[in-house]
């Protein structure tokens, strides 16, 4: 792929993907800090049994750990010791206040990078701050009111189009959903194109790598899941880049492309008037893609499961949206602030089951919080998903209650209670982009079915990468 280069500098040198290699290297960088007495205390001795119930349940233990231990602990997982940071002031320390201690690219999101390349998720640095300067235009007002009718009206379509006659896997049906608005508001495509078909289906099957078992996504050579996944990154490299190359020809974006996220990305331009190398718009694009049409998926999915098992909200949202919307879909500026319940409703999912759990560092110094010394090298996590849990924090932490999230009793909490999204100079770039897409998918659902889940259905939860429902969510969708 070629293109312009921009004088925003350079990621740095992509580390290596988990191997031997890098497992030595953690365990050498374990040695050491434990040396120097500096790995937190924990449940740190070798345990199979342990490691495997970590991956299924990681909730349990590292709730326990809390109880135990307080807010840093190191829990050991398959090879080496990790360390979690968890509370309202740990997760401030880590994502604003201590946040130079710690590598992104360094830590468990450099993973990603072979398939998302250097993109906000996997970027430190100058790098990562000036990239982000470059793409907030994306995020503009006027580009998320262009997306909302996107929105709106696929989520209505797609609603309307559900045979309420046969259940419905809601998770796959909102996963369908997600892709075929991020392939009009992110690539401008017409997501029923064969183009568009491909580009998700390869990103899909691509993604597919980090919900293998890790042992093996160790595994490297013809024929292997880690190869394969390389080859879905050439072919998006293929299609992404045949599209920036052919808008770049005509100029740029420019309002022949439409109001795409794409477009903007093309035509984004530094201080010195440089634009982003194609290969740096296919990493930023791809990473939007991931963070947009995961995130999305997962939160819709678990908002229509406590739903169903809260049918007296159900009838609450539904009032709201007749009263404010009568027998029509929902305006842009109502999606952004004028169903103030549907917005309890979704944020107390974040806060139950946030997509993104997990926070994956690596400490490039050494560092105290609260009297525990933490040694350089450490491998380093908060999770939203164990803090949002507290019960010293919120009361009745495991209940589905959005009216905790009354502006007076939101106003009590302390810094960095509910950080679904981060906080600090790092924020999610595009929540006002996914808040929007949430609401608009969740109020065609709401508007047209009473949810009901089948009789033995039991919520077991994946995190591959992101939270979701392990097997899909199958419901039955009931005309309101």
Request: glycine share 8%; net charge negative; hydrophobic share 40%.
């Amino acid at each position: 792929m070629s293109g312009p280069v921009t004088k925003i500098g350079s990621p740095g040198s992509r580390p290596p993907y988990p191997a031997p290699l890098a497992i030595l290297a953690d365990m050498k960088d374990e040695v050491i800090a434990t040396v120097r007495s500096s790995v937190p205390p924990g449940e740190n001795w070798p345990d199979l049994r342990k490691t495997w119930g970590f991956r299924r349940d990681p909730l349990t233990p590292l709730l326990d750990c809390y109880e135990r231990y307080g807010p840093v602990f190191s829990i050991r997982v398959l090879f080496g010791a990790n360390v979690f940071m968890i509370g309202p002031e740990a997760n401030h320390f880590m994502l604003v206040s201590g946040r130079e201690n710690f590598s992104w690219r360094k830590g468990r999101m450099g993973d990603l990078i072979p398939l998302l390349g250097d993109g906000l998720l996997t970027t430190d640095g100058q790098f990562h701050d000036t990239s982000r300067a470059l793409i907030m235009p994306a995020f503009h007002r006027e580009r998320v009111v262009a997306a909302a009718e996107v929105m709106a009206a696929e989520a209505a379509g797609a609603a309307d189009a559900i045979d309420a006659a046969e259940p419905l896997d809601v998770y796959h049906w909102t996963r369908d959903l997600a892709m075929r608005i991020a392939m009009q508001a992110l690539f401008g495509f017409d997501p029923d194109s064969n183009r568009a078909e491909e580009m998700a289906a390869t990103f899909e099957r691509g993604l597919g790598f980090y919900g293998r078992e890790y042992p093996m996504q160790l595994i490297w050579g013809p024929f292997t899941p880690a190869s394969r996944m390389h080859a879905d990154r050439r072919r998006l490299e293929e299609l992404v880049g045949a599209e920036i190359a052919r808008r770049r020809e005509r100029g740029g974006g420019g309002e022949a492309d439409g109001a795409d996220i794409l477009s903007s990305l093309i035509d984004a331009t530094d201080e010195d008037g440089e634009r982003l190398a194609e290969s740096h718009v296919l990493d930023h694009v791809l990473t939007l893609l991931f963070a947009g049409h995961d995130t999305t998926t997962s939160t819709v999915s678990f908002l229509a499961y406590e739903l169903a098992r809260h049918p007296e909200w159900v009838k609450r949202l539904r009032a709201e949206l007749d009263e404010v919307c009568g027998d029509r879909e929902p305006t842009t500026e109502e999606l952004f602030s004028g169903l103030p319940l549907l917005t309890r409703a979704v944020d107390e999912t974040l806060r139950l089951y946030p997509p993104a759990w997990i926070g994956a560092r690596r400490c490039v110094r050494d560092y105290e919080f609260e009297g525990v010394k933490v040694g350089a090298g450490l491998p380093v996590a908060y999770s939203s998903w164990v803090s949002h849990r507290l019960p010293d924090v919120f009361e009745n932490p495991h209940d589905f209650e959005p009216d905790r999230f009354e502006p007076e009793a939101r106003a009590k909490w302390p810094r960095g209670a509910y950080v679904p999204f981060g906080m600090g100079p790092r924020v999610c770039i595009g929540k006002r982009f996914g808040y929007t897409e949430v609401h608009a998918i969740a109020a065609a659902l709401i508007r047209r079915f009473d949810l009901e889940l089948p009789d033995d259905y039991k919520l077991t939860i994946q995190q591959a990468p992101t939270l979701s429902p392990r097997g899909g969510l199958p419901m039955r969708l009931t005309p309101a």
